[in-house]
């Protein structure tokens, strides 16, 4: 059996999901790319079909960005590889210009709107909150730390109360959709503002921890 690539993120990956009967998942960091055989997935025809026409109109697709062609063992195909390609956002809609208006695609249109969308507000806010948050509590770690052996391990365990708090586990970070980015940030700003006038770093970690226990996690859907 063919493996899914309902799943398939890049380790930079973004992973969302736009309202609909599947997810349309998102891969890449500055420009966020949609796996072809998504796109198969979605519109209901053979994958096959669809890099059939990305390689016939592989100039006019290159027109509107880079076209990165992928291969990947299938799981049960004897060593067969399939090929498939990563689609930018204005890639993907030229392709749905190719194909019949149906119920199908006027459907998957209005989920990559969504999807592209939620991904460029991602990407702002890891911009302009996220890392200054980021930056601005671990450069105070690494003030309070200085004379510890295991900064390193300061600076993880910083990290791991602030996930916990959120609700996600490691390495889930760089998928999280924007409300639950938001909520970090949220969480990374309290915890710098907590450590102001902290003797060192055991004193820092008791008081964001004290300052975190007051933090009402949202109820959110989760789309990890």
Do not use: W
């Amino acid at each position: 059996m063919q493996k899914s690539p309902t799943n398939i993120v890049s380790r930079a990956g973004i992973r969302l999901s736009a309202n609909g009967s599947q997810s349309i998942t998102l891969t890449g960091n500055s420009e966020p790319r949609v796996d072809s055989r998504l796109i198969a997935q979605h519109l209901g025809t053979k994958h096959k079909n669809v890099i059939e026409l990305v390689g016939k109109y592989t100039d006019k697709f290159k027109r509107l960005g880079i076209v990165p062609f992928k291969t990947e063992k299938l799981t049960a195909g004897r060593g067969r590889t399939e090929r498939y390609a990563l689609l930018n956002e204005d890639q993907c809609y030229y392709l749905l210009s190719l194909s019949r208006n149906s119920e199908r695609v006027a459907e998957l249109k209005v989920n990559l709107v969504l999807a592209f969308r939620e991904a460029r507000q991602g990407i702002d806010i890891t911009r302009t909150e996220y890392l200054p948050t980021y930056k601005a509590l671990h450069d105070r770690f690494h003030e309070l730390a200085a004379h510890s052996s295991n900064e390193r391990l300061v600076h993880i365990n910083v990290n791991k109360l602030i996930n916990k708090t959120v609700g996600i586990g490691p390495g889930e970070r760089q998928h999280l959709p924007v409300p639950h980015k938001s909520f970090l940030v949220a969480a990374q700003f309290i915890a710098a503002s907590a450590i102001n006038g902290a003797s060192d770093h055991r004193d820092g970690y008791a008081r964001i921890k004290q300052a975190l226990a007051a933090l009402q996690v949202p109820a959110l859907v989760s789309t990890l």
